[in-house]
């Protein structure tokens, strides 16, 4: 594996980045450096896409079926009316694939120098936030999941520590070997500094 080492992400929407230019987060210590920003693979996003679509499409579908059993919304509401129907509708559209996006940008698991964080989002207004420090780590276990996975090279890392925090998940994350054998890599180096130290 090519270490992250010598690696710059500048890609503010990168699902495995490398020493992101210009991140930082909340907790962040003095002299603690960002190795590793991973989110969820890109593929997770095609099932809320789809969604989306249809969603857009359900109010030129929707006049057809209607026509099959008789139904004439023309008869039913005004014109001004069925305007701001269509209009709220895609309002909730908008904010439904705004969440989902949301959802995906700020769900992210970062390695640093000395710990790995978990940020978990649970909504515009609720947010988890775990951490375990690189010496608490005791086992890393990466798991391709099915066909896709292995297709698009993404899958979840299963961590054991010994903190506050028993187990951490990435989940589906890219190139899952690649992210496991980086945070063994660093718990190595971890295990061989001086207590306290930060490299």
Same mark, same amino acid.
């Given at each position: ?6 690696? *710059? ?11 992101? +230019?210009? +991140? ?17 693979? #890109? ?9 989306? #679509? ?12 209607? %026509? ?11 014109? &001004? ?17 705004? $969440? ?5 940008y700020f769900s992210? $698991? ?19 936030? %775990?951490? !375990?420090?690189?010496?608490? #780590?005791?086992?890393? &276990? ?19 520590? !010994? ?9 589906? *994350?890219?190139?899952?070997d690649d992210v ?13 500094? !001086? ?5």
């Amino acid at each position: 594996m090519p270490h992250v080492t010598g690696s *710059v992400s500048t890609n503010p929407f990168a699902m495995f980045a490398p020493h992101p +230019v210009g +991140v930082t987060f909340e907790g962040q210590e003095a002299g603690e450096e960002i190795l590793l920003l991973l989110r969820p693979h #890109i593929i997770t996003l095609v099932v809320p896409t789809l969604e989306t #679509i249809f969603l857009i499409l359900v109010p030129a579908l929707i006049f057809p079926v209607l %026509s099959l059993i008789n139904v004439d919304l023309g008869d039913l509401l005004t014109p &001004s009316q069925l305007f701001l129907l269509t209009v709220f509708w895609y309002l909730f559209v908008f904010g439904y694939a705004f $969440y989902r996006f949301i959802f995906w940008y700020f769900s992210v $698991y970062l390695l640093t120098n000395e710990r790995i964080v978990d940020f978990d989002f649970r909504g515009i207004l609720h947010k988890e936030i %775990s951490y !375990a420090k690189l010496g608490q #780590i005791e086992d890393i &276990s990466p798991k391709m999941i099915g066909f896709f996975g292995t297709f698009f090279n993404y899958g979840n890392i299963y961590i054991q520590t !010994a903190g506050t925090k028993p187990e951490f998940e990435f989940d589906k *994350v890219a190139k899952p070997d690649d992210v496991a054998q980086e945070i063994s890599e660093q718990v190595r180096l971890e295990e061989g500094e !001086a207590p306290g130290a930060i490299a």
